[in-house]
């Protein structure tokens, strides 16, 4: 069964530097989207990206934040400058163009995210 | 604001008895609702997802789900409850053009 997958699995940085998370989504997914979890608390919606533009952001997702297909099978969530308080697992997910945005989503196994 | 709340952090039920977990959600329009469930060191995993239609949802793992509009709710069941189906169970709402806005999660306990 097809899965999305993310690389990689645990990515310890430090405060300021520049941090890509990858994501390979389900290969023939139309609509892709960033959600994190921070230890113990909600999983919360960053943003989803359709026809190659953010269709929809949270409040979350500011200017430290950036989204990327650079090919035809790769998402990535790239984060500027890291904050102590951005250490979270990041979750890719997609869903397909068939059933649109009410599709059911289909998530990855998720990147931890460490900033120490 | 869409949104959903679990009201138990944790369900205890022994294998064989029926599993309910509880969801209640408060939505404007049509809710648009879903159950995932989280394994340790593993990402959500979409079970089931109502959006019209039958009150009752079938999905993955003999797991079903109960659309009540007027109690708002939206609980998950399962007749037999199985020890591996222990793990952290998560209601969700579409809320704006596709982001999902999650409920805290329940855990569930089955022993054995």
């Known amino acids: 069964e097809p899965e999305v997958t993310q690389t990689p699995s645990h990515q310890v940085t430090q405060m300021g530097q520049e941090v890509i998370l990858r994501c390979v989504p389900i290969s023939n997914h139309l609509y892709f989207y960033w959600y994190r979890q921070i230890l113990g608390q909600k999983v919360e919606f960053l943003v989803s990206?359709?026809?190659?533009?953010?269709?929809?952001k949270s409040e979350i997702f500011d200017d430290q934040f950036s989204v990327e297909r650079p090919d035809g099978s790769n998402f990535t969530l790239k984060i500027r400058s890291t904050k102590l308080e951005d250490s979270a697992m990041y979750f890719c997910?997609?869903?397909?163009?068939?059933?649109?945005?009410?599709?059911?989503?289909?998530f990855g196994p998720g990147t931890r995210l460490t900033v120490t | 604001a869409q949104s959903v709340a679990q009201p138990e952090d944790q369900v205890n039920v022994a294998e064989g008895n029926p599993l309910t977990v509880k969801c209640t959600y408060s939505?404007?329009?049509?809710?648009?609702l879903f159950w995932y469930v989280q394994y340790p060191n593993r990402g959500l995993q979409f079970l089931l997802k109502?959006?019209?239609?039958?009150?009752l949802v079938k999905g993955s793992y003999g797991f079903e789900a109960e659309f009540n509009k007027s109690q708002t709710s939206f609980h998950l069941k399962k007749p037999s409850a199985l020890v591996s189906d222990s793990a952290l169970y998560f209601c969700?709402?579409?809320?704006?053009?596709?982001?999902?806005?999650f409920g805290t999660g329940t855990r569930l306990l089955v022993s054995p």
């Open positions: 990206f359709y026809n190659n533009e953010i269709s929809e």
């Open positions: 969700a709402v579409r809320a704006g053009f596709q982001k999902l806005v």
């Open positions: 939505v404007s329009g049509n809710p648009y």
């Open positions: 109502y959006i019209t239609g039958d009150n």
């Open positions: 997910a997609s869903s397909d163009g068939v059933t649109g945005p009410v599709g059911e989503q289909y």
